[in-house]
């Protein structure tokens, strides 16, 4: 087999990421390239992402990767086969009839759509529209951004493209064809049909949207084109000059299951990141009476499969937390809280970590007490500078977020009829040793750490399954991840 080589975008609300993967006869490489923060802003009482420094960042490691290609030589005088963009889920970009954005996208976490899944339940019922797509209702999905857009005042006819595809189609030149929503992240804005994977007319025309403003869908491996426009355009960048621009599977959380190299059906996995999502994967969606009462999902995955899971806030609660007692003068860090928190036993301080306040910016460590009070229990110290405040309130949101976890594994097993054996622990949470332990207790399962990276190897995967085979099926995109994977765990990973 030649050699092959990509890169891989990583974009995540708290920090980006852009690797090189590699595969030839000797193995796969994994070499961490560059690293950017990310986060909201807030700007006239709204949250929005800054797009310039998610492009800025994203062509900054681009052209990193292109030196180190260059470095190395090889086939095609060290040529970049091709790049994919993964990312979080339901925000979007507005583009004008140039095909430019038209401003800054908003955050899922501004408060705009607080009242939008009643708003919307008025036009279609909630029984109906779970029907019809199988998803979760959460007020952060696209499909009530985009209802909040229409009750704004912005015109339904405004075209628009989730965060990650807006990349490839800035990236391939901003022609109109490869405007597409590929169909891992079209399902997470319910507005797509479960049973048939296109957008559904019904929704559309019941909440006054414009079905013409929505891109057209397309399968995890659909090359899109050539590298073009700003980035290549100028510069002596010769690796990137060939480089096939491909939609991976671009929702992160499909990436990251992707690059799970298991085919059997008696486990279940949790995405930890400022999100927690907890799921498993079915050959079909299942939209029972049990999985809408506990709200349950069904997200597209690769090759046609269904990621059956539940959003749950995640270290968000403890990323805010950070920022609080910073902003006070008080600076710690994750790992020092996970170190702090080894020799304890586990939390009573229990709390619903979905409670709609966590959702929401600012004075976590008061907002966690406010739900511990709800819940019936004492609240915890809270200043800043009190002995032992900050372990203690990290030991409440790990004891918190297992506990959820459990529930919901629970809730999983019950309504598809599956019994877990395992579950994979993905992301940067699979570093945290204390609540790896407490998943363990929570669920009764045993708990096995994937790699930080899956949801490069994931990205990685459905680009080197499509390079190879012109298309990615389930079985060899996990064939690939299992490769990918060895290199890594032989420790074949730079960075």
Not at 102 to 130: G, H, K, M, Q, W
Not at 345 to 374: T, W
Not at 399 to 420: D, K, P, Q, T
Not at 446 to 461: F, H
Request: aromatic share 6%; with cysteine; hydrophobic share 45%.
């Amino acid at each position: 087999m030649r050699k092959l080589r990509a890169a891989a975008v990583d974009l995540g609300a708290g920090s980006c990421r852009l690797s090189l993967g590699e595969w030839d006869d000797s193995g796969g490489r994994l070499q961490l390239v560059h690293r950017f923060a990310n986060g909201p802003v807030s700007r006239g009482g709204h949250l929005y992402w800054d797009l310039e420094r998610l492009e800025n960042g994203i062509d900054a490691g681009l052209r990193a990767c292109a030196q180190i290609a260059q470095s190395q030589g090889g086939s095609g005088a060290g040529a970049i086969d091709a790049l994919g963009v993964t990312g979080w889920a339901v925000d979007y970009v507005r583009l004008g009839p140039d095909q430019r954005p038209l401003a800054d996208p908003f955050c899922y976490r501004d408060p705009r759509t607080e009242t939008a899944i009643e708003e919307v339940s008025a036009l279609i019922p909630r029984e109906r529209l779970y029907g019809l797509t199988g998803i979760q209702f959460i007020r952060i999905n696209t499909l009530y951004q985009l209802w909040a857009d229409r009750r704004d005042g912005v015109p339904a006819g405004v075209g628009w493209l989730n965060i990650p595809e807006s990349q490839l189609h800035r990236l391939t030149g901003r022609a109109p064809e490869t405007a597409v929503a590929e169909y891992t992240n079209a399902t997470h804005t319910q507005l797509l049909a479960v049973e048939t994977g296109e957008w559904c007319d019904e929704i559309f025309e019941r909440t006054g949207l414009d079905r013409r403003a929505a891109p057209r869908i397309v399968a995890p491996g659909t090359p899109l084109g050539r590298l073009r426009g700003e980035l290549v355009a100028g510069e002596a960048l010769a690796p990137l000059a060939g480089t096939e621009v491909i939609a991976p599977a671009c929702h992160d959380t499909a990436a990251a299951v992707a690059g799970i190299p298991e085919t059997s059906g008696d486990w279940a996995f949790i995405s930890s990141g400022t999100w927690s999502l907890v799921g498993t994967v079915l050959d079909r969606p299942c939209t029972t009476p049990a999985a809408l009462a506990a709200n349950l999902t069904n997200e597209g995955g690769v090759g046609g499969t269904i990621r059956f899971l539940k959003n749950v806030t995640g270290l968000w609660l403890l990323e805010e937390c950070l920022r609080t007692w910073e902003a006070a003068g008080r600076r710690w860090t994750t790992a020092d809280l996970i170190a702090a928190c080894q020799s304890r036993p586990a939390s009573q301080a229990v709390f619903n970590v979905d409670r709609a306040e966590l959702m929401l910016p600012g004075d976590m460590p008061s907002k966690i007490n406010r739900a511990l009070i709800a819940a019936g229990r004492a609240p915890l110290p809270s200043a800043p500078d009190a002995a032992d405040a900050a372990p203690e309130v990290a030991a409440a949101i790990f004891a918190s977020l297992a506990a959820r976890y459990g529930e919901v594994v629970r809730a999983l097993a019950s309504a598809c009829g599956r019994r877990f054996r395992r579950i994979y622990m993905l992301g940067g949470g699979s570093q945290n040793a204390v609540l790896n332990r407490l998943v363990e207790r929570a669920t009764g399962l045993e708990v096995v750490r994937g790699p930080v990276e899956s949801a490069t190897i994931g990205n990685l995967a459905v680009q080197f399954a499509t390079l190879e085979n012109g298309r990615a099926e389930a079985a060899t995109v996990a064939a690939w991840a299992e490769r990918l994977s060895a290199g890594v765990r032989a420790g074949a990973t730079i960075g």
